[in-house]
């Protein structure tokens, strides 16, 4: 069994999304959330659906010794980033090679980068006049939305486009692609 660490600092959708794909796999299971925001709404939908969700600071996730601890005691296999909104650390990087994955809410490698998350990302988008965004998929390295893609897909910007209307085209896109995209990417690993 492949055993999976979830990481959010929000709503938690996606979170939610991944945990119900993968409840009944025989080969891949979510053994918990973690979240670095006391109060987000990942905390509620976690316990409505029964998972384990652990707060760690911020300083706990740049420091990463409490964290990798955690993970070690879990024997967690692949981290998954979903709306996670702090940079891993390097020495998370150095325990989980190519074992790291996150999505974002944009046509990589345009509109990433430090600051570029949620609500922003779709603003910058539209006020460049972009015809099309999407979302990438792609393996963590040390530098903000830079890691190798493993897939993309793409929604057009309709006249009239909202920053709010593009960021639920965009979700619809995440609820649809990234739990099979995570599942291709860990078994075609380990094959
Ligand atoms: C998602 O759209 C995700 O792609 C984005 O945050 C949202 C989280 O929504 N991530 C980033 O912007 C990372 N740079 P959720 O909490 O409802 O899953």
């Known amino acids: 069994m492949h055993k999976l660490s979830i ?3 929000g709503s938690g959708s996606n979170a939610e999304n991944i945990y119900n794909y993968f409840k009944n796999s025989k080969e891949i299971s979510i053994d918990h ?7 987000a709404g990942v905390f509620e939908r976690a316990k409505k659906l ?8 911020s300083a706990e996730f740049r420091n990463s010794t409490s964290v990798l601890d955690f993970l070690k005691e879990r024997e967690i296999n692949y981290i998954i980033l979903a709306g996670f909104l702090l940079k891993v650390s390097e020495e998370i990087i150095f325990h989980y090679p190519a074992r790291i994955i996150n999505i974002h ?25 972009e015809k099309h965004s999407g979302i990438t998929i792609h393996l963590v390295d040390e530098e903000y939305d830079h890691g190798t893609t493993i897939f993309q897909s ?17 979700h619809q896109l995440e609820y649809k692609h990234y739990p099979e995209v995570i599942q291709n990417y860990i078994l075609s690993f380990n094959s």
Do not use: Q, R
């Open 7 to 9: 990481w959010a600092s």
């Open 33 to 39: 959330i973690l979240c670095n925001k006391k109060d």
């Open 50 to 57: 029964g998972v384990d969700a652990k707060y760690f600071s």
């Open 105 to 129: 809410p944009a046509l990589l490698p345009d509109y990433g980068g430090k600051g570029m998350y949620g609500l922003h990302v779709h603003e910058a988008v539209i006020v460049a006049g």
């Open 154 to 170: 793409i929604c057009e910007i309709e006249k009239g486009e909202t920053p709010k209307s593009l960021a639920e085209k965009v």
